[in-house]
């Protein structure tokens, strides 16, 4: 919860296609399609007492040149993108535009990202279920299941009898639903099936010396008598 009340980002994010060659006639496909993005990122820190904007030149998935307001001018990170720099950095107007945007656009549209950022919250979906062994017999294994929450940070713990069981715990990452949600699914071995499954080792054990020795000796048995 902290990290997200402490940080976040605002992305805005501008999408060009450009499409090269003559139109296409019926059936035939396009003879090439290129993707031009500018992204901004407004990420804070404090609320409004750091804020940095970050902005990014992408072309076809490889970013040519960004623009940091802690560094304040464009960077290239390609060579043509150096060549780009150098042309925006060289426009005065547009490179102090650049660095005011941390305030005229990052916190000024920090009080309206707030309402679905930083003070959203959505409750979990908490259910739990058991799921038998297939291999090992006694009981099965508990799985909880946390769905549906917003922020991502979130923490499962197991107690019995007012104990925590901080072993023989499996989780899985925390994943996007793609709907500013969250899920994880968490699973947690009773110490009684870690018992069983040792008990269910030694007895096994024990019981296949059995079998061996009772079978050993009818077979001594057998042959002693054949002789005889």
Not at 74 to 93: I, W
Not at 184 to 189: A, D, H, R, S, Y
Request: glycine share 10%.
């Amino acid at each position: 919860m902290e990290r997200v009340r402490g940080a976040g980002a605002v992305l805005v994010v501008l999408v060009v296609l450009v499409v090269l060659g003559a139109p296409p006639a019926a059936g035939e496909e396009l003879s090439g399609v290129f993707q031009q993005m500018i992204k901004y990122e407004c990420h804070f820190i404090n609320g409004t007492e750091r804020v940095r904007l970050v902005g990014r030149n992408i072309y076809n998935r490889q970013q040519l040149a960004h623009f940091d307001s802690d560094v304040g001018v464009f960077v290239g990170d390609t060579p043509y993108g150096e060549k780009v720099a150098r042309h925006l950095n060289s426009q005065q107007d547009f490179l102090e535009h650049a660095r005011a945007a941390v305030d005229t656009f990052c916190r000024h549209n920090y009080q309206i990202a707030t309402r679905f950022l930083v003070n959203r919250r959505v409750p979990p979906s908490v259910s739990i279920s058991l799921v038998p062994s297939s291999s090992q017999p006694g009981p099965g294994r508990l799985l909880c299941s946390v769905l549906d929450f917003y922020p991502s940070p979130v923490q499962v713990r197991w107690f019995q009898d007012g104990q925590e069981l901080p072993e023989h715990v499996v989780a899985t990452d925390v994943v996007p639903n793609g709907d500013w949600t969250y899920q994880v699914l968490v699973m947690q071995m009773p110490q009684d099936t870690v018992r069983s499954t040792i008990l269910v080792g030694v007895g096994g054990f024990v019981l296949g010396f059995i079998f061996l020795a009772l079978g050993l000796g009818f077979y001594l048995w057998e042959k002693v008598k054949g002789s005889s």
